[in-house]
């Protein structure tokens, strides 16, 4: 029987990192038991680092020592034009000296790394894609339409595409608009681009509901609807339109809350608070490590999930979709965001609302946190129910491991 090819796991980011954390070291270590695993990872100088990021770095790469995964640890530079060529001649390294058959890019950058090594050797390539970054650009202003940059750019994202072997999406609608796209035609084979959402390891869940509620008793919310953000203030994931949502519930006289989980920082949180008007006492804000984010969100009683109307929305399945469900919170969701929509008036899991209309979107939200499915905690049991049987970490694993294993047999 063919041994399993090692894979080298590839990351643009440092292994501290939420994404390495989060997607890719747990997959890397739970899938280690069945063949051999390389990662590659960006770090920056220790003396950089604050102690409790060094002790996370220390205790991760113990971790996947433990496992016997091997750890290269490549210098963050600060150029992405440096950069690149010291991933490819790593990844080029480990393909030629160090037995790696599969190359598993997490994302774009990566993946460019990857690129030439694949090309001129027989590692197959893995382009877990996660995003339309070239889209998101262009979204954000970098990129602009009728460029030789954005032409460019392009050319190469459908170069990464037909060259790999595998390439992952996060969902169904991700998968058809590839297909459907004019500028790709012909240059992947359907069964290729696999769909693999955004699961969670629901063991991080567990044991949890004291601690949550020891919380909730701190922050005086015991007799209050507590609703839950966690991410970024990208305007992307509206996050404004939600605090002014919030805002005219509670002058409605409804006793609701809004915690707000908000990284890197939470001032433009609080900043966005004060402008439209939300008061101290109706929010809380917070930054956590990701190991605190369970008990965070269990002390909630919904899950806050809006985003702009865009094509890289569109497509996306964002894991905090994933996480409210696992910690029992109802989505308060808009439409259009990967395939949650679906998932919610399937499983019956939350509710939908146009983030564009707040005063309606308000009395949507008001008539939910009043309804006996919601004040039951019937509500909350079928969120659970529903990570467990569609969006276990488990379903994604046993995905992985067969790519890994078609590419063997290839």
């Given amino acids: 029987m063919k041994r399993p090819g090692r894979v080298l796991y590839l990351f643009h980011k440092s292994l501290t990192e939420p994404i390495p954390r989060l997607h890719g070291i747990d997959q890397v270590l739970a899938l280690a038991a069945k063949r051999s695993f390389t990662v590659i990872s960006f770090e920056p100088p220790r003396r950089t680092r604050s102690k409790s990021d060094l002790e996370a770095y220390n205790e991760t790469r113990s971790q996947l020592a433990a496992e016997s995964v091997r750890h290269v640890a490549l210098p963050v530079i600060g150029s992405r034009w440096l950069e690149i060529p010291l991933g490819a001649l790593a990844v080029l390294t480990q393909v030629l000296f160090r037995g790696v058959r599969i190359v598993h890019s997490r994302s774009y950058i990566p993946t460019v790394m990857a690129l030439p090594v694949v090309m001129m050797t027989r590692a197959r390539l893995v382009f877990d894609m996660r995003g339309l970054f070239v889209d998101e650009y262009i979204f954000e202003g970098a990129l602009k339409p009728g460029t030789r940059k954005l032409a460019f750019v392009r050319w190469l994202e459908r170069t990464l595409i037909r060259t790999s072997d595998a390439v992952v999406v996060v969902s169904q609608r991700f998968r058809d608009h590839l297909l459907s796209r004019p ?12 769909v693999i959402p955004n699961r969670v390891d629901r063991e991080r869940f567990s044991g949890i509901r004291e601690p949550a509620r020891v919380l ?3 922050l005086g919310w015991e007799h209050n609807a507590v609703v839950v953000y966690v991410g970024s203030t990208a305007p992307w994931h509206r996050l404004r339109a939600g605090m002014s949502i919030v805002r005219r519930i509670a002058d409605q006289n409804v006793e609701v809350r809004l915690l707000v989980i908000a990284y890197p920082s939470t001032l433009p949180a609080e900043e966005l608070a004060q402008k439209v008007g939300l008061s101290p006492e ?14 965070l969100l269990s002390s909630g009683d919904a899950g806050l999930m809006l985003e702009a109307d865009d094509i890289n929305r569109a497509v996306c399945a964002p894991i905090k979709f994933s996480e409210y469900l696992a910690a029992g919170l109802a989505v308060i969701g808009s439409a259009g965001i990967g395939d949650t929509e679906e998932w919610i008036r399937e ?19 008001v008539t939910f946190l009043e309804s006996e499915d919601f004040r039951s905690g019937a509500m909350r049991e079928r969120c659970i129910a529903y990570a467990g049987a569609e969006l276990d970490m488990q379903a994604t694993l046993r995905q992985y491991d067969d790519i890994y294993k078609g590419l063997d047999r290839a």
């Fill in 183 to 194: 500028d790709l035609a012909g240059a992947v084979r359907s069964e290729r681009i696999i």
């Fill in 347 to 365: 499983g019956k899991t939350g509710i939908i609302i146009d983030p564009d209309n707040e005063s309606d979107a308000a009395r949507h939200v």
């Fill in 282 to 295: 109706h929010v809380h804000f917070i930054t956590a490590p990701v190991e605190d984010v369970p008990v």
């Fill in 216 to 218: 909730r008793k701190h």
